[in-house]
């Protein structure tokens, strides 16, 4: 059982930048994909950026393209979100996914490993 654990989060003004690391408790080498999530208070889930692990394939959501980028360290075991420009509207709860399958659109799915969280605020 792959285990996901966040770090990375915190409070920062608007147009600054965060950096988020999941590290996984065991090889992901099995999981076809993994991706970012975020919830803001009163909001659904929204998926900000996905990785397919073999080629390093990204696609991200439109609300964070050129600003977020996210990667992966095999060899160390960990997902990271480089968090650029940041604005108030990123304020969430960020956690990672790891998942078996992905949509045509790349979107990381079947997600059955998941991170507790770390929380992001953005102030303007």
């Known amino acids: 059982q792959v285990q996901l654990v966040e770090s990375g989060g915190g409070s920062v003004q608007a147009g600054g930048s965060l950096r988020l690391s999941c590290a996984a408790s065991?090889?992901?080498?099995?999981?076809?994909?993994m991706g970012w999530f975020r919830q803001a208070p009163g909001k659904g889930r929204e998926g900000v950026a996905h990785i397919r692990r073999g080629d390093g394939w990204t696609v991200y959501a439109d609300s964070v393209k050129g600003r977020f980028t996210i990667s992966q360290d095999s060899a160390k075991n960990t997902l990271y979100l480089q968090m650029n420009s940041l604005k108030p509207e990123d304020t969430a709860m960020y956690s990672c996914?790891?998942?078996?399958?992905?949509?045509?659109?790349?979107?990381?799915?079947?997600?059955?490993?998941w991170g507790q969280g770390t929380l992001v605020t953005v102030s303007s």
């Open positions: 065991s090889d992901t080498y099995n999981k076809y994909c």
């Open positions: 996914a790891a998942g078996r399958t992905m949509t045509w659109s790349g979107e990381c799915q079947s997600l059955d490993a």
